[in-house]
């Protein structure tokens, strides 16, 4: 397993030498039990690249020469899984980095962070929407009986644009403010779907998981950590929550909705800009609310953090 037939020292997403404006990117292996692991070489380090605007990345089953303007990672062989599944290269006429299926026959998933994952048919492309991005590459598992559908995963960063200078800024409402305890509220319940690399089918959480989640991992949350979930809960869902009185969402489920019916909504949040990966980490950080997102921190962008 390598990235190129003679891969160049110093290649990969944390090279110095990748500018500021560079796009990176990892390959993941998602495990039956729906987390990802990195992908490595034979020597041991995960399979990266740090491609430069205008450059192409390619990631493959045979791999290839990596020059200053051409990146490959070569992903193992497996039934079922396209030979030269994706490909990214910048739209020079826009500054939008594309990413295109260049199989035959399967059928990717792109996801932003934060959202659901849309279709991209083989030989079609589409913009990467934000700047942190997932391709589901589909694999059949040599093992299965029944053929169940599998993946790797295709993780993406690239740099925040601003003023409409690039593909990442797609809505210009305002942003709204979130307090601590909304930024606490959205980790403990929404964390599946804040997690990343992304988790195959993430759920919103039910206050009994909550609380079980603190319990285990000994959260000393006032008043008690279930008292807290609860009111949490609240925060969110309450007469006065966050969704209950927002008027940026489509009112789903009725007067007595969950929080699960709010998903919409949390998407929208998303869309708006005002949750972001990297601000997600700092929460989860801040708040001592880690167990409920879980995060690799290799894909975190550098820079710091801004924003509320």
């Known amino acids: ?65 990596n020059t200053p303007d051409k990146k490959y990672l070569r992903v193992p062989h497996a039934e079922g ?13 826009t500054g939008f980095w594309m ?19 849309v279709p991209l048919r083989p030989q079609t492309s589409m913009p990467m929407s934000g700047p942190d991005v997932a391709v589901w590459i589909p694999v059949v598992p040599r093992r299965s009986s029944k053929k169940s ?17 690039g593909p990442t800024v797609m809505i210009t409402a305002p942003r709204h403010y979130l307090s601590p305890a909304k930024q606490e509220a959205l980790i403990a319940y929404f964390g599946p ?12 959480r039910q206050q009994a998981e909550v609380e079980r989640i603190a319990l285990q991992f000994r959260l000393e949350k006032e008043p ?4 807290w979930a ?15 009185d927002a008027d940026w969402f489509p009112r789903l489920g009725g007067p007595e909705r969950s929080l699960a019916n709010h998903l919409a909504a949390f998407h929208r949040l998303v869309e708006l800009r005002t949750i972001t990966l990297r601000r997600v980490c700092q929460w989860a950080v801040k708040y001592d609310v880690v167990p409920y997102a879980v995060i690799d921190r290799q ?7 801004t924003g509320p």
Not at 19 to 26: D, P
């Open 193 to 204: 779907h804040l997690s990343w690399p992304p988790l195959p089918a993430p759920h919103v």
């Open 99 to 117: 990413i295109k299926n260049s199989g035959q026959t399967n059928t990717l998933r792109i996801q932003q962070y934060g959202l659901s994952a």
């Open 224 to 227: 008690t950590p279930e008292r």
């Open 149 to 165: 559908e599998s993946f790797r995963l295709l993780v993406l960063n690239g740099p925040e644009k601003q003023d409409g200078l």
């Open 1 to 65: 397993m390598t990235t190129s037939a003679t891969p160049p020292s110093g290649s990969g997403p944390r090279d110095n030498h990748a500018s500021a404006a560079a796009l990176r990117a990892w390959l993941y292996e998602v495990g039956p039990d729906g987390m990802s692991q990195p992908m490595r070489t034979p020597a041991g380090p995960p399979i990266t690249a740090a491609l430069e605007p205008g450059g192409a990345l390619y990631v493959s089953v045979q791999g290839g020469q």
């Open 81 to 93: 899984m396209s030979f030269d599944p994706v490909t990214v290269t910048m739209d020079k006429a």
């Open 299 to 305: 894909l975190m962008p550098k820079g710091p953090v």
């Open 230 to 244: 609860r009111n949490r809960f609240d925060v969110l869902a309450g007469r006065d929550g966050l969704f209950r």
